[in-house]
């Protein structure tokens, strides 16, 4: 379902800081937050070139999606952390959710909202075609807001970490 977070978890080979140090370099150190400018002027610096983004931290992992030629700074991302692994000293796990950032949810929530009112409005007015419509548009406006095929990126990329590591072995 588009709403609800998807959990992941992935056991590594790697010990946690090494897991830690390879993300960190995977990825464009980017911390975003709930200013909408400064994620867009990031998605300008980065215009030209398909890449991970986010940080890696000891309790914190954000890994997000960016790419080329998009402007797609709401996409899914994953948030999670590091643990230590159960089977062994040198493994670790990768668990968290995919999800999209809240200011994402928000903006489609508010959407939604005006087109049901718009809704109201013009069932009120004697338009009952008008309010279907109105109700159409909120209903495809959020699953288009809400959908994109970025968390296949991360989990793959993830997933190869699991798959790097176990080759090492």
């Known amino acids: 379902m588009i709403l609800l977070p998807k959990k992941f978890s992935a056991e590594v080979g790697m010990e946690p800081k090494r897991l830690l140090r390879r993300l960190s370099g995977d990825m464009v150190e980017h911390r975003g937050s709930v200013n909408v400018l400064s994620q867009s002027r990031f998605m300008r610096e980065h215009r030209e070139e398909s890449v991970f983004y986010g940080f890696a931290e000891k309790d914190s992992l954000r890994i997000s999606y960016h790419c080329a030629r998009k402007r797609d700074g709401g996409s899914t991302g994953f948030y999670g952390r590091v643990t230590d692994g159960g089977n062994g000293p040198k493994t670790s796990v990768i668990e968290g959710t995919f999800r999209k950032p809240l200011y994402a949810y928000i903006f ?38 809400l959908y994109d095929d970025h968390e296949k990126m991360i989990r793959n990329y993830l997933e190869g970490l699991c798959e790097e590591s176990q080759k090492k072995k």
């Open 108 to 145: 489609s929530g508010v959407f939604v909202l005006l087109c049901l009112l718009c809704a109201l409005g013009a069932y009120a007015a004697g338009s009952g075609m008008g309010a279907a419509v109105f109700i159409a548009t909120g209903a495809l406006g959020a699953v288009l807001m």
